[in-house]
Every structure is written in C-alpha cells, then in structure tokens.
C-alpha cells in the first residue's frame, strides 16, 4: 500500500522559510506527477504548486509564485515545497498529492490526484 507522508511543517515568523518533504512509501512514484495544496478550516482545497515526473515541467497557483519552488528527488521518492518569503496568508495545513497522469491544464484540480498524504501544518504569525 503506497502511502505518502509529509513533514517540516511548524510555526515561522513572517519573511521566514519552511521546507516541506513528502516521501512515498510502498511503490515508486517515479512516473507520477506531484503536487502540494494547501487548506484552512472552513474553506476548499487549494492548489499550490505541482510537478511532471521528470521535473522538467512546474505550475504554481499565483499567490505562490516567485516564492515557493517545488521540486522532486526521484531517487528518494520525495518531493519538496520550499516556501520562503512567507506570510500569515499561508498558514494551513498542507497536503501532498500524487497523479498518474499529469496534463499541466488541469493539474491544479484535486480531483486530478490519486493518492494524499495526511496533511502537515504551517502557521505563520506575523
């Protein structure tokens, strides 16, 4: 069973840097684009940043962009989120996902997404 698990979520100052990291367990996810979103309580699942298999192809949601940098360690089975420049806006708790199939048009919807991880938190005070 594959599971995907994320970590280095915590608590920053405003302007600080998190590194986030997802690591699949039970089958290699070379050939799977990965994605990261983010969600607060009361609101819907938003797309942050994603990732084609190779690494060769990004997208990011525009509140991130120039900020954060997603980026994957194939032989690791990991992918990153570093998020620098932060602010209290992106506090939530973020998830990564994995695709099959990875069409940079729709990469950004949830449905997409055939595997999650269990979310770790971000909170950024300010």
């Known amino acids: 069973q594959v599971q995907l698990v994320e970590s280095g979520g915590g608590l920053v100052q405003a302007g600080g840097s998190l590194r986030l990291s997802c690591a699949a367990s039970?089958?290699?996810?070379?050939?799977?684009?990965m994605g990261w979103f983010r969600q607060v309580p009361g609101r819907e699942r938003e797309f942050v940043a994603a990732i084609n298999w190779s690494g060769g192809s990004t997208r990011y949601a525009d509140s991130v962009k120039g900020r954060f940098t997603i980026s994957r360690d194939s032989a690791r089975n990991t992918e990153y989120l570093q998020m620098n420049s932060l602010k209290p806006e992106d506090t939530a708790v973020y998830y990564c996902?994995?695709?099959?199939?990875?069409?940079?048009?729709?990469?950004?919807?949830?449905?997409?997404?055939?595997?999650w991880g269990q979310g770790t938190q971000v909170t950024v005070s300010s």
């Open positions: 039970g089958r290699t996810l070379r050939t799977y684009g």
């Open positions: 996902a994995a695709a099959q199939r990875f069409t940079l048009g729709t990469i950004s919807l949830p449905d997409e997404y055939d595997l």
